[in-house]
C-alpha cells in the first residue's frame, strides 16, 4: 500500500541514519541562522571550506584584541543558532570578553546535521570538515584579533565527538577543549563502526587510546590541551564509559595517572575528579553529572555560576560552560582552578536526633558560606541555609553515613566534612524480590517509566525498555526503594 511504502520508507532512512553514526536527539531541524540575529552574524570567505561548514559567530561589543576565541560545535538535528541560545558561550562572552565562532553543519553532510566525527575523509588534519574549522580560526584570529595562544574547542554529543578529533588533529591551535556527552577522538573511522562506539566499551588500554590521538598528529610532542569530559550518568544515547574512555585517552597523552589526584562535588549533583600534569595543575577534569541524561549541562539564572537556557538536549543541572570556562580561564584567573579556593570543611557535625524514619544533623558555620549541602551515603540529599538539617524518608533500623560541605556565594562547593552515622529508630525492613518484565515492574509499582524506558523506583536504576520482553530482578531493600538484583536475591 503507499500508505505503508511511504511510513516505512521514513522509518528506513532514520534508521539508516542513526546506523550511519548520528548522534540522537529530538526535534526538528533548526532553519540557519540569520545575521540579524541577537548578534549572531555569518562570516563568509574563511577559506577552501572543504567540509561543506558555515561559519557563524559572536563577538561582544568593543571586544579588544588579544582575547581568547572560543569555537562552540552544535550537536544533531541542531544549528547554530541552538548553540548560540542555550549553551550559555554568549552570556559568558559578554562577562569574560571574549569571542566565539559557531561552525554549522546541515542535512546536505549528514541526514541529521551531524558532524562527521566518524569519517576518517571529514575528521583528519588537512581533511573535510575538521579542515573548515580549522580555516574559522583562523579567519576570526584575522577578524577579531584573538590571541593565537588562547583558541578552544567544545562541542555537545556529535559536536563533541568532533571537538575531541580537532584536539587530537591540532593541538597546535587549541589549548583546551571540552567534551560534553561525546566520544574519544578518533573512536570509530567509518560510519559502520560508529553504533559501537556510541554503546559499549571498546576495551582499549589507555595507551591504546592515547596512541589514537598521537597518530592524528605524528610527531607532535606537546605541550597537548587541556581537556575537560562532562556526562551524564543517565545517557542512553551515548553510554557514559565513553567519558572513562576519555579521561584513559588524554590522561595517558599527558602521561599521568588514570587515578584522579582531587575530587569535589559541584552543583546539580555533578562530581568533579581532576588529574593532575607534573606541574600540580589539572590537565584533564572529568565531571559526573548524577543522574543526567543526554545533553549539555546548563543553569539559567543569574547568579554567579549560572548560565544558559535549558531546552531539548540543554538540560537543567549545572552550566558546563561556566566551569569549563573557569578550568581555561577565561575569567582572567590563569585557569586550571575548577572555581577557585574552597572552602573548608565544616567541623563539629553531629547527629541530633533520630526517629524511625528521619536523622536530624548539626554542624559549626564555615566563615563565607552561603549555603551547605548535606550529602548521605556520598549521595547529594539535600541543602540548607543554616548549620542543620533533618533527612527523612529512612528505613527504620538502619546506619546512615552523613557529610557535610560548604557553598560559597558562587555555588561552588568546598570539601566534605567528616562523616558521622546515623542509625533510625525501630524494627529492620525484611528485603524482598521480584522478577518480571519491565511493564508489569512498572504496573506493579515498582519501577516507573520515562521515554519509553523503565526505571526502578528509589534507585532510579535504568531497566531498559518499557515492554513485556525485557526481565529483571528487583530488590526492595527499604520500604519503596528498589534496586536492580539480577544476580540473585536472598531465599
Request: with cysteine; proline share 5%; charged share 10%.
Amino acid at each position: 500500500m503507499a500508505g505503508h511504502t511511504s511510513r516505512a520508507g521514513r522509518i528506513g532512512r532514520w534508521a539508516k541514519a542513526l546506523v550511519a553514526g548520528a548522534l540522537l536527539t529530538a526535534g526538528m531541524l533548526t532553519g540557519a541562522p540569520q545575521a540579524s540575529a541577537a548578534g549572531l552574524g555569518q562570516v563568509t570567505g574563511f577559506g577552501s571550506n572543504p567540509g561543506n561548514l558555515a561559519m557563524y559567530s559572536y563577538v561582544p561589543s568593543g571586544l579588544a584584541t588579544g582575547k581568547p576565541l572560543v569555537v562552540a560545535l552544535h550537536g544533531c538535528v541542531q544549528s547554530a543558532t541552538d548553540y548560540y541560545n542555550n549553551s550559555g558561550w554568549a552570556q559568558l562572552a559578554d562577562r569574560w570578553g571574549f569571542a566565539v565562532v559557531f561552525p554549522q553543519t546541515g542535512a546536505t553532510n549528514n541526514a541529521l546535521s551531524c558532524f562527521s566525527w566518524f569519517d576518517s575523509s571529514k575528521d583528519t588534519r588537512g581533511k573535510g570538515e575538521a579542515l573548515s574549522v580549522k580555516q574559522m580560526v583562523d579567519k576570526a584570529v584575522a577578524l577579531y584579533g584573538s590571541d593565537p595562544s588562547r583558541v578552544y574547542v567544545t562541542g555537545l554529543s556529535a559536536g563533541a565527538g568532533m571537538a575531541a578529533d580537532l584536539l587530537a588533529d591540532y593541538p597546535d591551535v587549541f589549548a583546551g577543549g571540552s567534551i560534553a556527552s561525546g566520544l574519544p577522538a578518533q573512536c570509530a573511522t567509518t560510519q559502520s563502526a560508529a553504533s559501537g562506539c556510541q554503546n559499549s566499551n571498546q576495551n582499549l588500554t589507555p595507551a591504546q587510546w592515547g596512541d589514537k590521538v598521537r597518530a592524528s598528529n605524528p610527531g607532535w610532542t606537546g605541550p597537548w590541551p587541556r581537556v575537560a569530559i562532562w556526562h551524564g550518568s543517565s545517557d542512553t544515547t551515548v553510554a557514559p564509559v565513553n567519558a572513562t574512555e576519555l579521561r584513559d585517552q588524554w590522561t595517558n597523552v599527558w602521561g599521568i595517572p588514570q587515578t584522579a589526584s582531587a575530587t569535589r562535588s559541584l552543583p546539580g549533583s555533578t562530581t568533579l575528579s581532576e588529574y593532575n600534569d607534573s606541574a600540580g595543575r589539572p590537565a584533564v577534569q572529568l565531571y559526573n553529572v548524577s543522574g543526567m541524561g543526554h545533553g549539555l549541562p546548563v543553569s539559567p539564572g543569574s547568579g554567579t555560576a549560572n548560565c544558559g537556557q535549558a531546552g531539548a538536549y540543554f538540560l537543567n543541572t549545572i552550566c558546563s560552560s561556566y566551569w569549563t570556562g573557569l578550568f581555561w580561564g577565561l575569567d582572567s584567573s590563569g585557569g586550571d582552578n575548577g572555581g577557585g579556593t574552597q572552602l573548608p570543611a565544616p567541623g563539629g557535625l553531629a547527629v541530633t536526633g533520630t526517629t524511625e524514619t528521619t536523622a536530624s544533623l548539626s554542624w559549626n558555620p564555615v566563615a563565607g558560606a552561603a549555603s551547605y549541602t548535606v550529602y548521605r551515603g556520598g549521595a547529594q540529599v539535600g541543602a540548607a541555609t543554616g548549620t542543620a538539617y533533618t533527612d527523612s524518608g529512612l528505613s527504620a533500623a538502619t546506619g546512615y553515613a552523613y557529610t557535610v560541605a560548604a557553598v560559597d556565594a558562587n555555588g561552588a562547593v568546598g570539601k566534605a566534612s567528616s562523616a558521622v552515622t546515623a542509625t533510625t529508630t525501630g524494627s529492620v525492613f525484611t528485603p524482598r524480590c521480584w522478577t518480571d518484565n519491565n511493564y508489569n515492574q512498572v504496573a506493579a509499582g515498582r519501577a516507573h517509566q520515562s521515554g519509553g524506558y523503565a526505571y526502578a523506583n528509589g534507585s532510579n536504576q535504568n531497566m531498559g525498555l518499557w515492554n513485556l520482553f525485557v526481565v529483571h530482578t528487583l530488590k526492595e531493600t527499604s520500604a519503596g526503594f528498589f534496586v536492580l538484583a539480577d544476580s540473585g536475591c536472598p531465599a
